[in-house]
């Protein structure tokens, strides 16, 4: 007989118990236990089974490789080269980065590149809220449906019944399924919910796009508990303050994670961004003490960076050390080797790095370019603007070789750039290929002797 039993789900990762308990043994979160009713399965009740075989690997037939571009080309790559029919992709952001934006205007792209309707289901806005931000952006088709609507079952009704190409949901954390009794947003029905937009997106073989906000501690489910279930996770980040976006994939089941998008937010929705490296070397014209032009690779594209650093006299207490879009624990690192070995002492100096344009730089490639900021702005000497740096530094001051030196001149090249400074393990693959000056180094001293005192 079937009854109605309570378990105990962890509102941090999702752990699933019988009973309450005050610190969850699988994150070590404290008072992270919510009460969940489901609908148990009693002695004798009957078990549904379904006949499926194992098939031989060369009877499986693969589809060819059909995608619909979203006519957005920063978005198309970072998804691999377009939408999979079928596929569920997980958006998360940041409230306010341009979630909603981005995918109406994709919704838009899909609507017009496939000639299919596309179903966005708001359940965070009205529907006048959504008109309001579709007039801002310049969309006005008949084939656009907009739907306000909070539970999954009369949404996945309204898929039935309008058979749209492609859906938007806006947001997972807003929608809730009526047999749980647990409260939208908490991880039980956010899972519920995407199980069944997966069953629908599969089932229908048209993609589903589901918004989510990335929560930090309280009850609501952050959506990293999906990332096992949906096939694609993008995050759109950037600093609210300014008008930059990135989209990246963390998680690709059809391409691959290394690509970024990126957007320029306007007035008129999202803008791509075709030359980043214009873009963040706009405002440079004059050599200045601690800005630095830096190459840097994300996916496959290559772009130039500023890199600015500002060393100044500590004035109370404890010197400062902060780096905003490089790993500070780098920065640390290098400003020891630049002690050690350079013998420049920063000891009673605050210093602060920041890539300009709010990127964040993962890449060792850009050790050079920061060594070489921070001692230009120690120095009060100006490195001049038209020279790209990029290396990276070990712990006993040698610069050894980054990847792909080809591609990264070639970008320089394109922007006027004049004079290159890389390791000098690069040095021959690229010397008499390109018609920029090279110097390649071998050390951190070498580097400073070419740079400062050259
Ligand atoms: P939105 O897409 O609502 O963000 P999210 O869904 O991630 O919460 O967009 C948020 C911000 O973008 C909002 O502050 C207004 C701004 N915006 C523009 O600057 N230009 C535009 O054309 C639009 C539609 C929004
Ligand atoms: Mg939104």
Known sequence: MARDRSIFVCQQCGYRTIKWLGKCPDCGTWNSFAEERVKGRGVGDEVATTATSPVRLPEIKVEAGFRVSTNISELDRVLGGGVVPGGLILIGGDPGIGKSTLLLQALAGIVESSGSSGLYVSAEESLSQVKLRAERLGIDSSHILLLSETTIEDILRVI????????????????????????????????????????????????????????????????????????????????????????????????????????EMTDRGLREVRNPSEIFLRQRQVSVPGTVTASTIEGTRPFLVEIQALVTPTTFGVPRRTSIGVDPQRVNLLIAVLEKIGGIQFGIADVYINVVGGLRLVETAVDLPVVVALVSSFREMAVDYSTLFFGEIGLSGEVRTVAQPEIRLKEAEKTGMKRVVLPEGNRERVEGRTGMEVIGVKSLTELLEVVFNG
């Open 160 to 263: 039935e019944d309008t058979k749209p190409g492609m859906v938007v949901i806006d947001s997972i954390q807003t929608i809730y399924c009526r047999e749980l009794s647990s409260a939208p947003g908490t991880v039980g029905q956010v899972r519920e919910c995407s199980a069944r937009l997966m069953e629908c997106a599969k089932g229908r073989n048209i993609p589903v796009f589901i918004i989510g906000h990335v929560t930090k501690e309280g009850s609501l489910a952050g959506p990293r508990v999906l990332e096992h279930i949906v096939d694609t996770v993008l995050y759109f980040e950037g600093d609210r303050s300014m008008a930059f976006r990135i989209l990246r994939a963390v998680k690709n089941r059809f391409g691959s994670t290394n690509e970024i998008g990126i957007f």
